[in-house]
Structures are given as structure tokens and as C-alpha cells.
């Protein structure tokens, strides 16, 4: 899987695992992604094999987390709205410093 996009970023929450009915895990974080003059928090979700990834980070450390986009599209049954969601998903971690 070809990687969209890298955070440099510091943890701040780990949530709880999430599985599905289906089998399908997802473990999301919640991370402050760190920029030469800005800092925004973002959550970045890791699913199934990618959990792994999860197992080496702790809130002490800076990251460089690789991430996709992941896009869907909900449509409420009754008025056929569509609601558009966009999700970063988490593949790839790698310690780069300690805070």
C-alpha cells in the first residue's frame, strides 16, 4: 500500500480496540501533529494488520507515522442526504526523538 501522506507527531490518546461483528479490529489515536509553526490535533485510526504498528508507540516519544486518505460516503435512508467522511488511516510508525 503506497503511503499518501507523513505526520510528525506526539501521542496524546490511545482509545480503546474497537472489533467488529465482522472480525475487523481498529485501534484509534489521538496525536498532535507538529509543523514548523503550527500544531493540530488529529485522530488516525489503524486497522487490522496495521495494529501492530500501535504495539511500539507511548506518549513520550515523537513519531513519523505514515498515513492514507480513506473517504465514504453515508446517505441517510429516510431524506437521502449524504454525508461525506474522510479518515486518516495509520500504516506505517517510526520513532524519530523523545519529548
Avoid at 485501534?27 to 489503524?46: G, Q, Y
Amino acid at each position: 500500500m503506497e503511503i499518501d501522506f507523513f505526520l510528525t507527531c506526539k501521542i496524546l490518546n490511545f482509545h480503546d480496540l474497537e472489533v467488529w461483528s465482522t472480525g475487523d479490529r481498529k485501534l484509534t489515536i489521538e496525536v498532535l501533529a507538529l509543523h514548523r509553526r503550527k500544531a493540530e490535533v488529529f485522530e488516525i485510526s489503524f486497522y487490522n494488520k496495521y495494529i501492530s504498528q500501535t504495539e511500539k508507540l507511548d506518549k513520550f516519544g515523537i513519531y513519523k507515522i505514515g498515513c492514507i486518505i480513506r473517504s465514504e460516503v453515508f446517505t441517510e435512508p429516510k431524506t437521502e442526504i449524504k454525508t461525506y467522511f474522510t479518515h486518516i488511516v495509520g500504516i506505517y510508525t517510526e520513532r524519530k526523538g523523545y519529548t
